[in-house]
């Protein structure tokens, strides 16, 4: 193996214990940092003229999941992964946060490390179920499609969720289909100080932490529209 590769190795290697395998025991402090970049992604994506069809059509969202970084590596053997955060609104208020890893393997020529941040918005109830679920697979158990862009973005996009992704001025690149969403039992157990699952957060309501009030206002304020 050339210098090259053992380098890719070693990053792609570093990017998935990072952020596809979380210890048993984990600060709260973590969950508090991925909430906080979340609030950045999203103020990103509302603020950004290519992302008329996401601001447009927020409100029309059942939920929405924001992953700050999507980490894809490798070289002919690659894949991505991230952690990230859903909301979802039920009875007219918005609830959460859940945590979620996303990873996904592709074959194909690749080399290096990029970081894209995504927004996916679950459009229909069938969507909204599968992420209610332990796990699932996009484009599987619920389509999956990709956000029209720019200005004269067209509006006929038909999918259990749409998917828009940034990277440093790149928009889209990531081919989802066949992602693997894992709910993350440990991040949601010490972000709420016990075991929960996603129906005691934003279904019964019976769970909520405060920590997250200012990312669940800016949503709620980008599904009214507000600017």
């Known amino acids: 193996m050339t210098r090259t590769l053992r380098t890719i190795a ?11 395998v979380a210890p048993s025991a984990l600060a709260q402090g973590d969950q508090q940092r991925l909430v906080n970049a979340a609030e950045v992604t999203l103020g990103n994506f509302m603020r950004d003229p290519e992302m008329t069809w996401l601001q447009r059509n927020f409100g029309r969202a059942r939920a929405v999941l924001i992953a700050p970084e999507i980490v894809k590596a490798g070289f002919i053997f690659g894949g991505s992964g991230g952690r990230a955060v859903l909301f979802a609104k ?18 194909g020529f690749q080399a290096g490390v990029s970081v894209s941040e995504m927004i996916t918005l679950v459009m229909t109830e069938k969507g909204m179920n599968s992420m209610l679920a332990a796990n699932f697979k996009l484009g599987g ?14 509006s006929d996009v038909v999918a259990d ?6 990277a440093k001025g790149v928009y889209g690149g990531l081919n989802l289909d066949g992602t693997l969403v894992n709910l993350s039992d440990d991040w949601n157990r010490a972000f709420y100080s016990k075991p929960v699952q996603p129906i005691d957060i ?4 019976t769970v909520s932490n405060p920590n997250a009030d200012r990312l669940r206002g800016e949503i709620a304020k980008a599904a009214s529209g507000a600017r």
Not at 141 to 154: E, H, I, M
């Open 202 to 205: 934003f279904v019964r309501g």
């Open 141 to 154: 158990d619920a389509s999956v499609a990709a956000g029209p862009v720019g200005v004269g973005a067209k």
């Open 161 to 166: 969720m749409i998917a828009f992704t940034r």
């Open 90 to 107: 039920e009875g007219g208020y918005w609830r959460g946060p859940a945590f979620y890893t996303m990873a996904t393997g592709s074959v």
């Open 10 to 20: 070693v990053a792609f290697a570093a990017v998935a214990a990072a952020t596809l």
